[in-house]
């Protein structure tokens, strides 16, 4: 009975730390996980929460507990879907629409689903975004079909590698160094005509566009730890991309 009772008081943390944890990795900002922790935890009764989160990890605790329950945060991607659906959990908590344990099976749901687009869709609109903005960039009509060929192989490169090695900063240098030298290729046959152009149109998928974003989001919240932290990351992913083609206008 009193196991019973454990895991019945266990289960509201559960929820809390769970939305987080799914939050975090799918790119939420700082101040929303925290956000949507402390509106679950008063919807499920845990009076006085308090929840500190990193970019690694989340800290959990309310005045009911007589410790903190701390969990690590290893893979981060981004998944604005997964965002959108927790956050559905919590308005339905907060209207009192399910349950505790319902909100933790759809969590767990939301935990386990796939990404929302597959990764040949994802592969398909790099390229033809990594085309577009070698238009946008003032390139010719030329240099269009280059740039979906180096856009699209540099992130399936990118998306290979970093399933090999878990360190994405080798991930994101070899897709840069191999996007240079395929452009360069395709200009030295004649096949493209700005090289500039279609370089930065094709690293552009490869950009932490939403690095910056909540780094910047989360140093105006007040959040300075994961707001510097973001933002070093998003400095290192930078010069990843740069070091790449810069080496590869070293050896041509």
């Known amino acids: 009975m009193n196991d019973t009772a454990a895991v019945d008081e266990q289960e509201p943390i559960e929820v809390c730390l769970l939305a987080g944890k799914i939050m975090?990795?799918?790119?939420?900002?700082?101040?929303?996980?925290?956000?949507?922790?402390?509106?679950?935890?008063?919807?499920?009764?845990?009076a006085g929460?308090?929840?500190?989160?990193?970019?690694?990890?989340?800290?959990?605790?309310s005045d009911d507990m007589r410790w903190a329950k701390l969990i690590r945060i290893v893979e981060r991607t981004t998944d604005l879907q997964k965002v959108a659906a927790v956050n559905d959990v919590s308005r339905k908590?907060?209207?009192?629409?399910?349950?505790?344990?319902?909100a933790r099976s759809l969590l767990m749901d939301i935990e386990t689903s796939r990404h929302a687009y597959p990764v040949g869709l994802q592969i398909a609109a790099a390229a033809i975004s990594s085309g577009?903005?070698?238009?946008?960039?003032?390139?010719?009509?030329?240099?269009f079909l280059p740039g979906v060929l180096c856009g699209g192989l540099g992130?399936?490169?990118?998306?290979?590698?970093h399933r090999l090695v878990k360190v994405k900063f080798?991930?994101?240098?070899?897709?840069?160094?191999?996007?240079?030298?395929?452009?360069?290729?395709?200009?030295?046959?004649?096949?493209g005509r700005e090289l500039d152009k279609i370089i930065i149109g094709s690293v552009m998928p490869l950009v932490p566009g939403l690095l910056i974003t909540n780094a910047v989001r989360d140093l105006m919240a007040g959040h300075l730890v994961s707001g510097l932290s973001r933002g070093a990351e998003a400095f290192l992913t930078a010069f990843a991309i740069?070091?790449?083609?810069?080496?590869?206008?070293?050896i041509l």
Do not use: K
Not at 93 to 102: F, I, N, P, W
Not at 242 to 250: L, R, S
């Open 93 to 102: 908590l907060t209207s009192r629409d399910v349950t505790a344990a319902e």
């Open 155 to 161: 992130f399936l490169a990118f998306i290979l590698l």
């Open 170 to 191: 080798f991930a994101e240098f070899t897709a840069s160094f191999l996007i240079g030298i395929v452009a360069s290729l395709l200009v030295m046959a004649g096949i």
């Open 49 to 61: 929460s308090h929840s500190y989160v990193t970019p690694t990890g989340i800290m959990f605790q």
């Open 132 to 143: 577009c903005f070698a238009l946008m960039f003032q390139g010719s009509l030329s240099d």
């Open 242 to 250: 740069g070091a790449g083609i810069a080496f590869v206008f070293t």
């Open 24 to 46: 975090l990795q799918s790119g939420a900002e700082t101040y929303r996980v925290e956000d949507t922790m402390t509106r679950i935890a008063n919807a499920l009764g845990l």
